[in-house]
């Protein structure tokens, strides 16, 4: 079993609609959790960076974490064809530790 | 601000042929990550430097994988003999320290193994 659980998708979405992502980890080490945003061809860029749980807002993307659920979510509002992207959560334990990505959800909005 | 930079972007080879991809990081960044991308995956760690000194290799297949970042800036990620199975996305990324701080992704060199 991976540490890091993702739904691969496709999620197709309307635009204007709300696009909600979500991972589930097991490792309860893992305090640092972070959404990537990966164009097609190109590399991940980081979105949302959240240390232990709580919730993060930055413009129309809200991150989530519940870390007794052991349970992460991106909530993108009025979503835009520009938001057609995949998004991989990522996580660790100390500020040291090595990252561990989820496979990546691809996200399709339609104008 | 330059982003990370890799080349080449894309590369086709032969199995047991050589290969290396090249990363020139963000000026200032003193930590280096190379990370494996198969098809529908997220990133795997395959080897992080503190400056020169490579930190943390344990993912790295030593057998055919080597790596170099010689002056603590450019770094060089080799194969050698290729598989059919390293067909992936090799990302090299970027941060100004590896604790908290962001790292910042190039676009990747994609190698095909035929």
């Known amino acids: 079993q991976k540490e890091v659980e993702q739904d691969p998708g496709p999620l197709s979405v309307p635009e204007g609609a709300i696009v909600s992502l979500n991972c589930t980890y097991s490792n309860s080490a893992f305090q640092y959790f972070m959404w990537y945003r990966q164009y097609s061809r190109k590399g991940p860029e980081l979105l949302m960076y959240t240390y232990s749980s709580g919730n993060k807002e930055d413009g129309r993307f809200t991150a989530q974490v519940d870390k007794s659920s052991k349970y992460i979510s991106l909530f993108i509002r009025d979503s835009q064809p520009s938001d057609s992207a995949t998004y991989l959560c990522a996580m660790k334990g100390g500020s040291w530790g090595k990252l561990q990505f989820g496979a990546g959800t691809q996200v399709v909005v339609t104008p | 601000e330059a982003g990370v930079v890799q080349s080449p972007r894309y590369k086709i080879i032969e199995k047991k042929q050589p290969v290396a991809f090249w990363c020139n990081p963000i000026?200032?960044?003193?930590?280096l990550y190379w990370y494996l991308q198969n098809l529908g995956q997220g990133p795997e760690l395959l080897i992080r430097?503190?400056?020169?000194?490579?930190?943390?290799d344990s993912q790295l297949p030593k057998d055919r994988f080597s790596a170099e970042r010689l002056k603590g800036v450019d770094s060089t990620l080799k194969i050698q003999p290729a598989e059919l199975g390293d067909s992936a996305v090799y990302l090299c990324?970027?941060?100004?320290?590896?604790?908290?701080?962001?790292?910042?992704f190039g676009p990747g060199t994609r190698l095909t193994v035929l």
């Open positions: 430097y503190e400056n020169e000194e490579a930190v943390d």
């Open positions: 000026s200032g960044h003193n930590t």
């Open positions: 990324a970027s941060s100004k320290e590896s604790s908290t701080d962001t790292q910042y």
